[in-house]
Every structure is written in C-alpha cells, then in structure tokens.
C-alpha cells in the first residue's frame, strides 16, 4: 500500500490479515516491517483506526492454532493487552461497537449473499469478511466526506477504499 496519499483523518477498518502481523502471531506475520510503517502512518495522519468484533476473534482463533502452548501463552498475553489497551481507550485503534439488531441482520444478510463467492484462494467469502464490507458501507454513511478504507492483505477486501468526497461548503 502506498502510504504517501494517505489523508488526515482518514477512516481505516483493519482486516485481520494485518492485524495478526500487528499481534505478532506466530507463523502468520511475515509481513511486520510493512505492518510497522503503515500503521505509524496511519497514526501520524491521525487516521481513525477500527478494528471490528469478528477481527478481534479470528485473531484469537489464530493465536490458539498456531505454536506451541508456551508461545501461544506469551502471544495471548500480548493480545490480551492490546485489546485491553483499545477497550481503556489507550490505544491508536478502537474495537468497532457491537452491532445493533439491524446491523446484525444486514450482516447475517451479507454473509448469506457473499458466502458462495470465491477469494483468491478458492475459499468462500468468511462472516469476518462480511462485517467488514457492512462496517465499511457504516462508516462510509457517517463519514461522507472522508477517506475510508479496508487495510488488508487480501485483494478483494483492499479493494474496498472510497476516496474522501466531496467537502460541504459552510
């Protein structure tokens, strides 16, 4: 990802293929020195980091399939304290807010319509891909005007990025 057009205030929803390489899970970070300077040019821009329920527990599913018990314990450890850090609110990310009645029906509706489409691995579509395309159609509905995007290493998610639109004159 080029990081050099990043916008001030952008809006980014994290994919959980980049949030493991944040976490640092074993055998699923290859990718930390890239992971490091965008996330430090997402700080920097003071973008809004959001990292949604489903992301947060396929890390977890990640971290509990991957390495032996000791380095699963120190990784859950790191986990467990940056996902407390974010809930306390001391973190550059925040968890995205558990979703309302309806958000959840447009989610189970998404998954459903979504589940029969193949990625680039010939995997259909997860539950955790599907709340990411509704949290970003959400953030998209309440930030008109800004830059928002999904950072993820998977092709089709990165391909949800809508440019910041047009600016309300005052």
Known sequence: MDWSHLEAGAVCLLDTSVFVE??????MCDQQAAVDVGF????????TILVSLATVIETGNHIAQNGDGHQRRVVAARFLAAVQQAMDDQAPW?????????????????????VHRSDLRGKGRSLGDAALKVEFDRQCQ?????HVFIW??????????????PRRRA
Not at 22 to 27: H, K, R, S, T
Request: hydrophobic residues 45%; proline residues 9%.
């Open 22 to 27: 944040l976490i640092g899970v074993p055998n």
């Open 40 to 47: 430090s040019a997402l700080v920097e821009a003071r973008a």
């Open 94 to 114: 925040k968890i995205v807010p558990m979703p309302q009645p309806d958000e959840l029906r447009a989610l189970i509706e998404s998954f459903a319509e979504e």
């Open 142 to 146: 309440l930030a008109p005007t800004r």
């Open 152 to 165: 993820s290493f998977d092709a089709g998610l990165a391909a949800f990025n809508r440019q910041s639109g």
